[in-house]
């Protein structure tokens, strides 16, 4: 074999070589960039599942708490047993969202941090009407509704956790 019919035979053997290398490793490449995007995308929707179920439990002991106090005041004029449902819980799953959230839905649950926040504080006659708003933008979030809509249904839940003499000031009214 001489160096000529080597080389013939050697250049496009090297050359396929090369460029199924290429494409092996940037289809390596892209398949990674997409699990990685899926995996994001997981661990949000873990997270806000897991917000959903503490929003649930915290108004359902709300509801319990109020029951319960309603009742001992009809009773024998004592106080209730039970204490007030604390709103820790339901502040760490929201601080969870947040943190899995980025790039431009991170706006959305930044909205949704301030919208528990003012929630949280409300009476506790108020707490469970704004919680189903609240949770209900949230789920509207998650399942591709505009950015308008989950806005919309944050507000009213702001709106229903204020004191019925109190307005909120956003950072746009200063």
């Given at each position: 074999?001489?160096?000529?019919?080597?080389?013939?035979?050697?250049?496009?053997?090297?050359?396929?070589?090369?460029?199924?290398?290429?494409?092996?490793?940037?289809?390596?490449?892209?398949?990674?960039?997409?699990?990685?995007?899926?995996?994001?995308?997981?661990?949000?929707?873990?997270?806000?599942?897991?917000?959903?179920?503490?929003?649930?439990?915290?108004?359902?002991?709300?509801?319990?708490?109020?029951?319960?106090?309603?009742?001992?005041?009809?009773?024998?004029?004592?106080?209730?047993?039970r204490?007030?449902?604390h709103?820790?819980?339901?502040?760490?799953?929201?601080?969870?969202?947040?943190?899995?959230?980025?790039?431009?839905?991170?706006?959305?649950?930044?909205?949704?941090?301030?919208a528990?926040?003012?929630?949280?504080?409300?009476?506790?006659d108020?707490?469970?009407?704004?919680?189903?708003?609240?949770?209900?933008?949230?789920?509207?979030?998650?399942?591709?509704?505009?950015?308008?809509?989950?806005?919309?249904?944050?507000?009213?839940?702001?709106?229903?956790?204020?004191?019925?003499?109190?307005?909120e000031?956003?950072?746009?009214?200063?």
């Amino acid at each position: 074999m001489t160096v000529e019919q080597f080389l013939v035979a050697f250049i496009p053997q090297l050359l396929a070589t090369i460029a199924g290398g290429g494409i092996g490793v940037f289809g390596v490449w892209l398949a990674f960039r997409w699990q990685q995007g899926a995996s994001a995308r997981d661990a949000i929707d873990r997270a806000v599942e897991n917000l959903l179920v503490r929003i649930a439990d915290y108004v359902a002991d709300l509801e319990a708490y109020r029951g319960d106090f309603e009742m001992v005041n009809w009773g024998a004029g004592g106080r209730p047993q039970r204490q007030i449902p604390h709103a820790a819980v339901v502040s760490i799953a929201v601080e969870l969202v947040r943190m899995r959230t980025k790039g431009s839905e991170l706006a959305i649950a930044d909205e949704i941090g301030r919208a528990w926040s003012l929630i949280a504080g409300a009476g506790l006659d108020k707490r469970g009407t704004a919680c189903a708003f609240l949770a209900e933008a949230i789920t509207m979030w998650r399942s591709g509704a505009t950015p308008e809509a989950v806005a919309d249904r944050l507000e009213t839940a702001r709106q229903l956790s204020l004191k019925d003499d109190e307005v909120e000031i956003s950072a746009d009214d200063d």
